[in-house]
């Protein structure tokens, strides 16, 4: 009887569920780290991908996008603080805040736009990217 017992309670216990975060409820883009979100424009198809791993920056864990266009790639590392502010930490072989007295830049994410140099995330009221501007022209939202 107690050997059944305790197959029938171990068979009722299941392993504790995370919900899924909601990416808008206090980030700045409404993209999970391992998104990827397709654009198109006059240079083709681009891919932006908040990638899946942070990288040690300065002192803090960046998080990257990457904007991959053919077969070039640029990637950004961004931070967003407790406050809620979001800091540019560098871009894949320009600048690294850290190195030759670089420091992180204040990204002003505001009228849903948010500015990484020459490259800027245009975002619907609740986050998603919806275009994306670069030196290689003006990138919409694929539709599926």
Known sequence: MAVLL??????CSSAP???A?????????ALVPGDAR???????????IYVD????????????????????????YFHQDDDGAVWWYGRRGSWRAGRHGEEPRRIEVDGGRARFG???????EGGD???VETPDGEFA????
């Open 6 to 11: 305790l197959l029938v309670l171990a068979g």
């Open 17 to 19: 569920v995370t919900p």
């Open 21 to 29: 975060p909601d990416p808008a409820s206090d980030s700045w883009i």
């Open 38 to 48: 397709v654009f198109d424009g006059p240079a083709g198809e681009l891919v932006l």
């Open 53 to 76: 791993e942070t990288y040690a920056i300065d002192g803090v864990n960046a998080s990257a996008l990457t904007w991959e266009l053919d077969d070039h790639y640029t990637t950004d």
């Open 118 to 124: 020459d490259r800027t995330i245009v975002l619907s």
């Open 129 to 131: 990217p919806v275009r």
């Open 141 to 144: 939202r694929r539709q599926n």
